[in-house]
C-alpha cells in the first residue's frame, strides 16, 4: 500500500541550529511533494513543495531535497527559531490523482532557547 | 479573502446523533477534501470532490457521507456517531495541481 513515514518523531534543537526533518515515501508513482507545518490548534499551513523532476527546491530559509532513488525527502531549516516549533508533516500525492495527498505520521520539532 | 472556513469549530455528540459539518471556501478552487487527524498520526482522507455535483471515497470513508452542491461547500455528515469517530475534522480545497490549503479544523467529540 502507499504510506509515507518519518524517522524521528521528536526533533530538539537549539535555537540558531539548523534542523533538519527527514521522510520516506514508498509509492514510486508520487510526482509531487509538499511539507506542512502545523502549530496546536490549528489547521496545516503550506511551507514547501517539490516535483519529481526536481531534486532540490528553495524557499525563505527553508530546503526540500528528494531522492527518488531511495524515496527520501527532507527538510532543512535553517537558524531555526522559536517560532518554528511545530509538527512537520510530509505528503505524497501517490498514484490516485485528484491531488489527493498522503501523509505521514509527523515530526514534532521543538527549538530551545 | 478568508480562504477555507470550517463551522462548528467544536462539537460533543452522544453516540448515535447525527451532525453536520460545513466548509466554505472562497478561492473558486475546483477539488475539496475532508480529512480526519488522530492523536500521533498524520492526516487520513475521508471522502473528496472534483467539482460541483461529485463526491468519492478516500481511505477512510465508513461512517460518513458528504454533499458538494455549491462549488464552494463541502459539506461532511454523521449519520449515527460512534466514539471512533471523535476527531479533528479538517477541510481542505485545492485547484486541479499544488497545494492543499486546509481550514482551522473541527474538534469532535462523541461521547
Known amino acids: 500500500g502507499e504510506s509515507v513515514g518519518l524517522h524521528l518523531p521528536t526533533l530538539s534543537v537549539q535555537e540558531g541550529d539548523n534542523s533538519i526533518i527527514n521522510c520516506a515515501y514508498s509509492n514510486s508513482a508520487s510526482d509531487y511533494f509538499i511539507w506542512y507545518k502545523q502549530e496546536s490548534g490549528k489547521g496545516p499551513q503550506f511551507i514547501i513543495d517539490i516535483r519529481s523532476n526536481m531534486d532540490k527546491r528553495q524557499g525563505q530559509r527553508v530546503t526540500v531535497l528528494l531522492n527518488k532513488t531511495v524515496k527520501h525527502l527532507s527538510l532543512q531549516i535553517a537558524a531555526t527559531q522559536p517560532g518554528d516549533s511545530a509538527v512537520y508533516f510530509c505528503a505524497e500525492n501517490g498514484s490516485g490523482g485528484y491531488n489527493k495527498l498522503i501523509f505521514g505520521a509527523g515530526t514534532r520539532l521543538a527549538v530551545h532557547p | 479573502n478568508a480562504g477555507v472556513t470550517q463551522t462548528p469549530k467544536f462539537r460533543v455528540l452522544k453516540t448515535g446523533q447525527s451532525m453536520t459539518l460545513l466548509c466554505a471556501q472562497d478561492?473558486?478552487?475546483?477539488?475539496m477534501y475532508w480529512y480526519r487527524q488522530d492523536p500521533g498520526m498524520g492526516l487520513r482522507l475521508i471522502h473528496y470532490?472534483?467539482?460541483?455535483?461529485?463526491?468519492a471515497k478516500g481511505e477512510v470513508p465508513d461512517g460518513y457521507n458528504v454533499s458538494r452542491l455549491k462549488k464552494q461547500n463541502f459539506l461532511l455528515g454523521l449519520e449515527s456517531a460512534a466514539p471512533s469517530q471523535t476527531s479533528v475534522y479538517f477541510c481542505a480545497s485545492s485547484p486541479n495541481t499544488g497545494e492543499l490549503f486546509f481550514g482551522e479544523g473541527s474538534r469532535l467529540t462523541v461521547l
Open positions: 478561492m473558486n478552487h475546483e477539488y
Open positions: 470532490s472534483v467539482g460541483e455535483g461529485t463526491t
